[in-house]
């Protein structure tokens, strides 16, 4: 029983940490106002896409891993803590929306947004790495995203490289 509530633990420790990584780093990139998305849609991970797009060299347990927990993965919605981040900063709305709320965000301003979902992300078995998936909408229906694999370097999660850049 301890065994598992430490597991549950470390995976939404670990999800809140990452959730809060990307949106730093997009904070950082100079967006503002941004809307989060409710949804944390599954993440897909391949392993090919990931060797051609990427110099690294991660060893192949850990890739198959990854493979094997993101298959098991499902649409889930993003805890309400976790979105809190008005103490991050003042550039984030303070609610997520639904995939319906944004889509009337769009029709009713008609204007170009900072819209982002953020995937489940997909973990190795021991948290020590994971790959999640960005998508942005600027307008509606206008979607474009990319992936970020992220390692744990010292207790602290760490952007390691950005791939699979994606549009329509």
Not at 19 to 33: L, N, S, T, Y
Not at 127 to 147: D, H, M, Q, R
Request: contains cysteine.
């Amino acid at each position: 029983m301890i065994l598992i509530s430490t597991l549950a633990y470390s995976q939404n420790s670990s999800e809140s940490e990452i959730f809060r990584k990307i949106i730093e780093q997009e904070i950082q990139k100079g967006v503002i106002d941004i809307y989060i998305l409710c949804e944390k849609s599954k993440t897909t991970f391949d392993q090919k896409v990931f060797k051609e797009e990427t110099i690294l060299n991660v060893p192949k347990n850990i890739l198959k891993e990854i493979e094997i927990n993101g298959a098991k993965g499902k649409n889930e919605m993003w805890d309400s803590e976790i979105i809190e981040l008005r103490n991050i900063s003042h550039h984030i709305n303070e609610n997520c929306l639904t995939k319906k709320d944004a889509e009337g965000i769009f029709k009713n301003t008609k204007k170009t947004q900072n819209l982002i979902a953020i995937s489940k992300p997909i973990f190795d078995n021991n948290y020590e790495n994971c790959i999640v998936s960005i998508t942005y909408w600027k307008f509606a229906p206008k979607l474009y995203g990319n992936k970020y694999f992220l390692k744990k370097v010292y207790g602290v999660w760490t952007i390691i490289a950005k791939y699979d850049y994606s549009g329509n």
